[in-house]
């Protein structure tokens, strides 16, 4: 009885314990995500086409973000504004961030106003985090001339890129959507101008990979803005209004007559190739308006070019570093070797002479130093001599019997026993004294 007690006694100390943690589990908040204002780590950011646009033009900006020891996690938001006077080309618009090795390490949303990207955890543990952006805008106002685009960057600094908005005087666009069905819409906007065309007909030339769905619809059109148009109801009739032969490559569209106002054309084709679709690859479209002739003057042409892609113009990628025991090294440059000296701006004749003066600088050079040498050879031989002529003369020597004899010296006789040592002494100083200089004048050469 008593063991079966100390049984559920820990049986229920132990399901206490459990109980402890599944509540303190609970009750510790997960770490919420940051959202980060992206001027704050933008380190350069400017308009990377143009300078001259038309309102209906693309306008292509690119952002470069670093944010150092700031580490980046998983949910994330990095929100980027576009400058005051800039508005996003396609609001709604998503697409992937990527690592240079193809990672997916966010998901980037287009507004009106900026992009907001939400990072995953693919930087998790990195350091020294970096994000490059091209995104593409248009410019929102619809005045013209020459303005200044502003852009945020850290430490509350700015940058600015010049860009000229130009009225666009065309009398003939084209422009094409892809559809979620795997056709485009493509539409001509005719007498943007809105002047008097009389005997106006449209020709039109399908690109690659299309075919044409027979089915026209042709409208009356009014601006509502510089850039903003609206189609009249109903739309024109088919036989009286104008008349539209179908070919193989396209069609041929002819007003039955006179057209003063804006007309909009919309039709479609089908995509025939659809891996094609969200490759990127952009497909073509051609149309040609003629007017006028006969009794109301001479003939007039004007060609507008249509193009649509899968990709809307944004993208993204960064990445960050892995090692953090990194030093502040710096690779060696990958080079050829060489210096462009003038950054290209040489002549041919200017190259050569600057050659060849180098060359002869070169030469001097090698020279000074030849003759600096052989100075200092002359030099080092004139010291030797003048060691030598003050010597006495030259003695040979021999060993006897742990004594050194001069032999020769036949003047002196007492001074054979009594100064040998001296005499030895003085010749090992010679000897050391000549192999002295020997070794200087070696040294110097």
Known sequence: MIKNSKVWRLIIGLLGLVLVLVVSQMATPAKAATNYNGADFTTSASVTNGPDFKHKDTIDIQYNLNFGN???????????????????????????VYDTDGTVIG???????????TMNDALEGKTNDKLTLNLATKYRYEDTGEKDVTFQLKDKGNSTSQINIVSDEANLSKKGVLQDDGTIKWTILVNRQE???????????????????????????????T???????????????????????????????????????DYYTKVTDPSLIDSGYKFRNNAVMNWGGGTSGGKHSEEANGKVSSSNGNSGSGGGDTNTNETDEEEEEDNTGTIDVDEGTETDKEQEEREQE????????????????????KKAAAAKAASLKHQPAKATVTENGGHTVAAGNTKLPQTREANATPLSILGVALATATLGVSAVVRRHF
């Open 70 to 96: 700031t580490p980046i996690h998983n949910g994330d938001t990095i929100t980027l504004d576009f400058p005051e006077n800039l508005k996003g080309k396609t609001p709604g618009d998503e697409f992937k």
């Open 107 to 117: 998901n980037a949303v287009v507004s009106d106003t900026g992009v907001v990207i």
């Open 195 to 225: 002047l008097e065309m009389k005997n106006l007909d449209i020709t039109d030339t399908i690109g690659d990979y299309q075919d044409l769905i027979h089915g026209v619809t042709v409208s009356n059109g009014t601006w509502t803005s």
């Open 227 to 265: 850039t903003s148009y609206k189609r009249e109801k109903p739309a024109m009739t088919e036989g009286d209004d104008y008349n539209v032969t179908y070919n193989d490559n396209g069609f041929d569209l002819a007003f039955t007559d006179t057209v003063n106002n804006l007309v909009v054309i």
């Open 358 to 377: 180098e060359k002869n600088e070169a030469a001097k050079k090698e020279a000074a130093e030849a003759a600096a040498k052989k100075a200092a050879a």
